[in-house]
């Protein structure tokens, strides 16, 4: 009998086991950030008060999406690059980061039709 080969994730976990963890709580905190600011915000502020039905109402929600990240990018060159010194509290490099990964998540929500109850 032939042993089957690991999962890329077994194979990962088995090899990479500090990045392994690590990533894995990070996601954990991510979905604990986007749970908070989802009971905060709901979904009107991405579907941009549309049902996202159809594509031009998607196409907002996602150009809406964009800017944001196109904000959070433009903090991160003026923190990382610039080494400018962050002026808005609990808003650092971090906390960027983390809005990025989220809100692309969220366009995939919006793309897959899943931004919803």
């Known amino acids: ?10 194979q ?6 500090t990045i ?8 954990r905190e991510q979905y604990e950030l986007f ?3 989802m009971l905060d915000y709901g979904v009107d502020n991405i579907s941009m008060g549309s049902r996202l039905e159809t594509s031009d109402e ?3 929600s996602l150009t809406a999406i964009w800017i944001r990240c196109n904000d959070k990018m433009n903090r991160l060159k003026n923190l990382v690059l610039f080494e400018k010194k962050n002026q808005v509290k609990n808003e650092g490099i971090n ?13 995939q929500l919006v793309q897959k039709d899943q931004w919803k109850k």
């Open 1 to 10: 009998m032939v042993k089957e080969e690991a999962s890329a994730i077994e």
């Open 12 to 17: 990962m976990e088995k090899e990479y086991p």
């Open 20 to 27: 392994a963890a690590g990533y894995k709580k990070i996601m």
């Open 35 to 37: 749970a908070q600011k």
């Open 58 to 60: 998607k196409k907002l």
């Open 95 to 107: 906390d960027s980061y983390m809005d990025l990964v989220n809100y692309n998540i969220i366009a």
